[in-house]
Nanobody, 128 residues
């Protein structure tokens, strides 16, 4: 089992940047495929980005491509989400998630149902 703790959220103006971190503890972090999801008030949880265990492949939602970058440092047991050119519609609670098995498809990487463990979330608010 792995425990996930997100940090780095906050209030930022439109056009600004934030970097979210997700620190993992427990079993070997480097064996987990990782994802970021977000949930805005009144909306369903939505995929943001994912990265394979070795960091060789990444996946992004169309709405964040070119603005957000997911990365990981297996030596530090941490996955990051660099968010640039933030927009008010990026406002949401952001969650880190871990999957024990490999991604068999991009659809699987993007599905919240495919992840085994979740963090408690960190709030990102983008003001206009």
């Amino acid at each position: 089992q792995v425990q996930l703790v997100e940090s780095g959220g906050g209030l930022v103006q439109a056009g600004g940047s934030l970097r979210l971190s997700c620190a993992a503890s427990g079993r070997t972090f480097s064996s987990y495929n990782m994802g970021w999801f977000r949930q805005a008030p009144g909306k369903e949880r939505a995929f943001v980005a994912a990265i394979t265990s070795g960091g060789t492949a990444t996946y992004y939602a169309d709405s964040v491509k070119g603005r957000f970058t997911i990365s990981r440092d297996n030596a530090k047991n941490t996955v990051y989400l660099q968010m640039n050119s933030l927009k008010p519609e990026d406002t949401a609670e952001y969650y880190c998630a871990a999957r024990e098995r490999i991604f068999l498809s991009s659809t699987q990487a993007m599905g919240s149902w495919a992840y085994n463990y979740w963090g408690q979330g960190t709030q990102v608010t983008v003001s206009s």
